[in-house]
Nanobody, 124 residues
Framework: QVQLVESGGGLVQAGGSLRLSCAAS????????MGWFRQAPGKERQFVAA????????AYVDSMKGRFTISRDNAKNTLYLQMNSLKPEDTAVYYC?????????????????WGQGTQVTVSS
């Protein structure tokens, strides 16, 4: 089992940047593939990005390619999401998630462990 805690959210103007972190504790972090999801008010939870166990493979939703970068530091048991050129429509609660397989999936039902979320608000 792994526990996940997100941080780094906040209020930023459109065009700005934020870096989200997800600190993992519990079982060995490197055995998990990881994902970032987000949920805006009144909307379903949406896939953002995912990364495999070693960090050698990543996946993004098309609308975020080139703006968001997912990475991980297995030595620090931490997952990151660098978000650049933020838009008001990026406003949501962002969640990190873990699954005990080397390769990630894009569906939220494929993840066993979730953090509590961190709020990102982008003002226009």
């Amino acid at each position: 089992q792994v526990q996940l805690v997100e941080s780094g959210g906040g209020l930023v103007q459109a065009g700005g940047s934020l870096r989200l972190s997800c600190a993992a504790s519990g079982r060995t972090f490197s055995i998990y593939s990881m994902g970032w999801f987000r949920q805006a008010p009144g909307k379903e939870r949406q896939f953002v990005a995912a990364i495999n166990w070693s960090g050698s493979s990543t996946a993004y939703v098309d609308s975020m390619k080139g703006r968001f970068t997912i990475s991980r530091d297995n030595a620090k048991n931490t997952l990151y999401l660098q978000m650049n050129s933020l838009k008001p429509e990026d406003t949501a609660v962002y969640y990190c998630a873990a699954r005990p397989f080397k390769e990630p999936v894009v569906r939220n039902t494929g993840y066993d462990y979730w953090g509590q979320g961190t709020q990102v608000t982008v003002s226009s």
